[in-house]
């Protein structure tokens, strides 16, 4: 493997991190910044109701910012392997 394929994979890995990152703030709900804020939900129709959900479920958000983050922590292991302790 050379130096330029472990630089890519490691680049990924952050990526990755980053990502996790951004998942857990959208699954903690609107963003906010000084006197601004956005959020988002869903309007749906159940039963002849009118209801309304989280556009960014958190638990559906932090699950899949796990995943991402061992994604990344699995390449960043096979691109720098831990030595062997003898």
Do not use: W
């Not at 990755?16 to 910044?33: D, N």
């Not at 956005?38 to 958000?61: E, T």
């Amino acid at each position: 493997m050379t130096q330029g394929m472990i630089d890519e994979a490691l680049e990924v890995a952050e990526i990755l991190q980053v990502a996790a990152q951004q998942l857990r703030r959208l699954g903690r709900g609107s963003f906010k910044r000084g006197d601004e804020s956005f959020g988002s939900q869903h309007i749906y129709r159940f039963q002849g109701k009118i209801r309304l959900a989280p556009s960014f479920p958190r638990d559906v958000c932090f699950e899949t910012a796990n995943q991402l983050e061992e994604f990344a922590a699995t390449l960043e292991r096979l691109m720098r392997p831990e030595p062997l302790e003898s």
